[in-house]
């Protein structure tokens, strides 16, 4: 589960960001708008709260905490909320280590992997744009 491009993310312009991404990023590269979760609408981040980056991650299928801790199979993920701090998260719940990353959940229905955080660097989190809702 590591990912696929190792040099670290810059954050684009509103402008560079993919189509149907450019009404989510400002001009500084944040988030517009509060990120929700899918599947039970809780929010996960404030408006302003994370950069758009761009980094090819390896997540695996949606499903439960349990499932998503277990592994196997997974998808290619591209863009991302690119959040420094954890405690910039309004609600988000982590699986069990999995080799040296952690996946991101919604703490309150544990839908996902909505996102991926290495340990080996502790102050990078990434929520896959794919995998969560905009408000």
């Known amino acids: 589960m590591e990912p696929a491009?190792?040099?670290?993310p810059s954050p684009p312009s509103a402008a560079a960001a993919a189509p149907g991404s450019a009404e989510l990023v400002c001009a500084q590269g944040r988030n517009l708008k509060a990120v929700l979760c899918q599947r039970c609408g809780s929010r996960v981040l404030l408006p302003g709260a994370a950069t758009f980056a761009r980094r090819e991650l390896l997540l695996p299928a949606m499903r439960k905490k349990?499932?998503?801790?277990?592994?196997?199979?997974?998808?290619l993920v591209r863009e991302h909320w690119l959040v420094r701090d954890m405690f910039s998260f309004e609600n988000v719940g982590f699986t069990r280590d999995v080799g040296n990353v952690k996946f991101l959940v919604c703490a309150d229905c544990?839908?996902?992997?909505?996102?991926?955080?290495?340990?080996?660097?502790?102050?990078?989190?990434?929520v896959a744009l794919e995998r969560v809702t905009h408000e």
């Open 110 to 126: 544990e839908a996902g992997p909505i996102g991926w955080h290495s340990l080996d660097d502790k102050s990078s989190f990434y």
């Open 66 to 75: 349990a499932a998503a801790a277990a592994g196997g199979g997974g998808e």
């Open 5 to 8: 491009a190792a040099p670290p």
